[in-house]
């Protein structure tokens, strides 16, 4: 499809960037300045950007900023994002590539399922799957589908096919109870939900139909089950409501095609909600053409894809992680990746070792809190196996203590490869901060996330929206509409202009506390609502733990702060000892004086408890709110989206023992 030009003719990255061709290492100060040229020109910079996207109609307007904070990317234009994935691949040469490299959970001296989908293997599924969706269940733009599945190579299919017929989805992550599931399809009016018998997690059968049975009690728009058969495990099947996929599919024409609609750029793609760290979830609204920008910019920049790699995101599809970098990231660039099943761990801790190995995985993508496992394990379940094809990797979700990403840098990255912290949210839709930024790896540094991407304004403000100096804490904002950015938050747009827009005009607030260091790399300190005030001084929780997880006894560690009548606030610290030290009192007068020492005398603890768990959400994450509310005798408030309810049990056990 033809695209607008600019005048030059020359597409605009060439243009005004020229260094972006060229793959090496640059300073600070020259990444800051190509930067700052994109971000002073960032409509033109992102119309460059979405000019190499394949669009069925060229946008009239880049940016419709006439509603703020209700913007709207590539008005009038129009695409598909199933097409960008699926479609342009298996017409191209790529046809026979890889798509997925999918490898099942269940292991008998090596796995037993392995199942590679080429692009035109994907294209014959995606297309069966919406016609499935279209001719038999009668769905079409404008509805709204959930998924519930585990990790199975139906999950992407499903979601390209809604995608394919403008119908919006949401996936609900395999790990949620009932009623996590019935409030998310009440939330997003569902009238499908796609489901399996069961999924595999750790050897075990989590068993999702019935979960989404009890679910259905509540979630009443729900119309019909559609479940595939993943464990074989004996399920009840409501009649007129439930049908297994193979027996629909049967139906379907081998060869199905289905014209993918031409949907809007600002229509809506999907509904995530967030991972319920800091509270209720938000059900965040993507877009079609912003967010695919996005993504093939971050793919390009910050994982450098091309067509050698195999590339491994590690997080489940259920997180926005998963959407933007295991779906429509990498398949939109036509990339061979890895889809796994399970447990990172199972059956042992080297499982996704031999998976990098036996793949050869070259970019990694995945989370502090599965690097602070392989910590706690050791490091001998690397060693067994060959890392050598990993050349690039990442971590998201939480800051990275420095202790850990040494740890992985020198293991995993064999002391050499580009390994950055990148900072996103689901909001954002995709990576905004990077040590990869622009195509090109900036100096790295152990605990920071780098410099915003090429097009991407952010900046640390004070109390009153003023710029905060170099290298003093503040809160984390973006300064210039990006595309990707949330259409809304569904049924909630009051609810969307309060949490983000509120607290600074026309800035999204992102409720993160950060410093910009003087290289204008950001440095996340933790949630903006955890921040503790000792005696006057700001300190972000993360920033003690991080000096607490120094201390070679401790493997984890969780800080809220507690009112004090003297200093204002004080820090209560829950710690996990690594395996094989035994806890004491001995040791406790320890740590605080080791923390004093490398920290400062500003670490004031009330107390440091030892715990075997900690809670946090099913996405990993500690939940800081939870262990504070314990600590300060209030109400938990929600906690659906809580991995473990004895980890709140042993906090409370540990708090009442100390007291
Ligand atoms: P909720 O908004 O429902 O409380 P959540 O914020 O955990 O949940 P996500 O959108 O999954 O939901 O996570 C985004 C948050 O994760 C960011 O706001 C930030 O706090 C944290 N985060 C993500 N990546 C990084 C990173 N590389 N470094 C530091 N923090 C990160
Ligand atoms: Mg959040």
Not at 323 to 340: C, D, K, N, R, W
Request: net charge neutral.
């Amino acid at each position: 499809m033809s695209q607008p030009e600019n005048e030059s003719g020359l597409p605009f990255q060439e243009k005004v960037v020229p260094e972006l061709l060229k793959h090496r290492l640059v300073t600070p100060e020259e990444y800051l300045r190509i930067h700052k040229k994109t971000v002073e020109n960032y409509q033109e910079y992102w119309e460059s950007v979405a000019k190499e996207l394949d669009w069925f109609k060229p946008w009239e307007k880049a940016l419709d900023d006439s509603h703020p904070p209700f913007y709207k990317w590539f008005v009038g234009g129009e695409l598909n994002a199933s097409y960008l994935a699926v479609d342009r691949h298996a017409n191209s040469w790529r046809r026979n590539k890889v798509a997925i490299i999918w490898e099942g959970e269940p292991w008998e001296n090596g796995p037993k399922e392995v199942r590679k989908l080429t692009y035109l293997d994907l294209y014959r599924e995606v297309n069966r799957a919406a016609y499935l969706l279209k001719e038999v269940y009668g769905l079409k733009k404008g509805d709204t589908i959930g998924i519930y599945l585990p990790m199975i190579p139906e999950l992407p299919i499903f979601m390209l096919a809604a995608a394919r017929l403008g119908v919006a989805f949401t996936v609900v992550f395999s790990g949620f109870s009932a009623q996590a599931v019935a409030d998310r399809m009440n939330d997003a009016d569902t009238k499908l939900l796609i489901t399996a018998d069961g999924g595999w997690r750790r050897g075990k059968v989590i068993p999702l139909k019935e979960i989404v049975d009890k679910a259905l009690e509540t979630a009443t728009t729900v119309k019909n089950v559609l479940v595939v058969r993943r464990t074989g495990t004996e399920i009840s099947m409501k009649p007129g409501r439930d049908a297994y996929l193979h027996d629909v599919m049967s139906k379907v024409p081998i060869k199905a095609y289905v014209e993918p609609e031409r949907v809007k750029s600002e229509d809506p793609l999907y509904i995530l909600y967030t991972s319920g760290t800091t509270g209720k979830p938000k059900g965040i609204i993507h877009d079609t053409g912003g967010y695919m920008t996005l993504l093939h910019n971050t793919m390009k920049l910050v994982f450098d894809i091309r067509d050698t790699d195999v590339f491994w995101c590690t997080a489940d599809i259920g997180w926005v992680t998963g959407h933007s970098y295991i779906v429509f990231g990498p398949l939109q660039e036509g990339a061979t990746e890895v889809m796994y099943e399970g447990a990172l761990d199972f059956p042992e801790p080297d499982r996704w070792v031999s998976i990098i190995e036996r793949h050869q995985v070259s970019i990694l993508y995945t989370s502090p809190t599965a690097i602070r496992t392989f910590m706690k394990q050791g490091e001998q379940w690397i060693k067994k196996h060959d890392v050598s094809s990993v050349r690039l990797m990442h971590s998201v979700g939480e800051p990275i203590n420095p202790e850990a990403w040494r740890w992985f840098h020198k293991l995993v990255g064999r002391g050499q490869v580009p390994f950055g912290s990148t900072w996103w949210m689901t909001e954002t839709g995709g990576i905004m901060i990077s040590h990869m930024p622009g195509g090109y790896l900036v100096p790295m540094k152990p605990g920071t996330n780098g410099p915003p991407l090429l097009g991407i304004e952010t900046n640390v403000f004070d109390e009153e929206g003023k710029p905060m100096p170099e290298e003093q804490k503040g809160y984390l904002v973006i300064t210039k509409p990006w595309p990707g950015m949330p259409l809304t938050i569904n049924k909630d747009p009051e609810r969307y202009v309060k949490v983000y827009w509120n607290k600074f005009p026309n800035v999204f607030y992102a409720g993160d506390y950060a410093i910009k260091d003087r290289d204008g790399y950001f440095w996340i300190l933790g949630r903006a609502d955890e921040v503790m005030k000792i005696a006057g001084h700001r300190i972000g929780t993360y920033e003690l733990e991080s000096a607490l997880v120094q201390h070679p006894a401790i493997a984890e560690a969780a800080v809220v702060g507690v009112p004090d009548p003297v200093r204002g606030e004080v820090a209560e610290a829950f710690v996990i000892l690594r395996s094989g030290v035994e806890p004491s009192a001995k040791l406790r007068e320890e740590i605080v004086k080791f923390v004093r020492e490398n920290f400062g005398p500003i670490a004031v603890f009330r107390e440091i408890h030892f715990v075997s768990k900690l809670p946090k959400t099913r996405s990993g994450k500690i939940m800081r709110r939870v262990i504070k509310a314990v600590a300060t005798n209030s109400p938990v408030g929600d906690v659906t989206t809580l991995e473990d309810e004895a980890s709140v049990e042993e906090v409370k056990k540990a708090f009442q023992e100390l007291k």
